[in-house]
């Protein structure tokens, strides 16, 4: 069995990929010991689109790049792994940091039982 001693970070085009992001954020807190959002979006943005969601994390990316993060969360949060959960875009963010492995969303979500999001083409009559 995995250890539950988890360093995770999720990218928020991962958590857009997922059917239903705040129950998979919910879920994984359960199963790690700390988890957040990284981002390469502004600040402010990043910063708002977590409020809106209602995630309730250990940390944020803030005004530095997804690897800074990363490497910065590696010295503060000491724990046996980490793990960056993202997309393809993403997919290259770890091989600069040490200790972090990448996951990609799509494995995860299988991994965890998570749902993928699907996205529709709906007209105006759509519920």
């Known amino acids: 069995m995995a250890s539950d001693d988890l360093t995770l970070a999720f990218s928020l085009q991962a958590l857009e990929k997922l059917a239903r992001p705040k129950r998979a954020f919910e879920d994984a807190a359960t199963w790690t ?29 803030g005004p530095r790049s997804i690897e800074e993060t990363l490497s910065s969360l590696r010295n503060h949060f000491e724990t046996e792994r980490y793990v960056f959960v993202g997309t393809d875009e993403t997919d290259g963010v770890v091989e600069t940091v040490p200790d972090w492995t990448f996951q990609s969303v799509t494995d995860a979500a299988t991994a965890a039982g998570w749902r993928l999001g699907t996205t529709y083409s709906t007209g105006d009559d759509w519920p």
Do not use: K, N
Not at 33 to 61: C, N, P, T
């Open 33 to 61: 010991s700390h988890i957040g959002i990284v981002s390469s979006e502004s600040s402010f943005i990043e910063r708002r689109r977590v409020r809106e969601a209602g995630y309730q994390q250990d940390f944020l990316s």
